[in-house]
């Protein structure tokens, strides 16, 4: 079983800036695809970045609408995956989980469901 605890979520203007954390436990985490959703109030939950690492080659993915924005890095010896959210805007509110699946996601990785692992969430909120 894997756990997931996200944390930074926070209020802050548009145009500022913000790092979420998330800390799982688990001793094969380096081989976890781990990925970022979010859910607005009345919205279905949306991909917003994922990392996941074949044998060879390690991929960053991003949804269209934070690409250039965001970025997603992890830190295998801490257990640990960033998001780290600049030029932040008044839709990035919502709440944002971190996501974890066993293994090389090939694909589908934008998909909520092809994870088997989620955080409690926590919330961002940018005001205008």
């Known amino acids: 079983q894997v756990q997931l605890v996200e944390s930074g979520g926070g209020l802050v203007q548009a145009g500022g800036s913000l790092r979420l954390s998330c800390a799982a436990s688990g001793r094969t985490f380096s081989s976890y695809s781990m990925g970022w959703f979010r859910q607005a109030p009345g919205k279905e939950r949306e991909f917003v970045a994922a990392?996941?690492?074949?044998?060879?080659?390690?991929?960053?993915d991003y949804a269209d609408s934070v690409k250039g924005r965001f970025t997603i890095s992890r830190d295998n010896a801490k257990n640990t995956v960033y998001l780290q959210m600049n030029s932040l805007k008044p839709e990035d509110t919502a709440v944002y989980f971190c996501?974890?699946?066993?293994?090389?996601?090939?694909?589908?990785?934008?998909?909520?469901?092809?994870?088997?692992?989620w955080g409690q969430g926590t919330q961002v909120t940018v005001s205008s």
């Open positions: 996501a974890a699946r066993d293994g090389y996601l090939r694909g589908g990785y934008y998909r909520p469901g092809a994870y088997d692992y």
């Open positions: 990392i996941r690492r074949s044998t060879t080659t390690t991929y960053y």
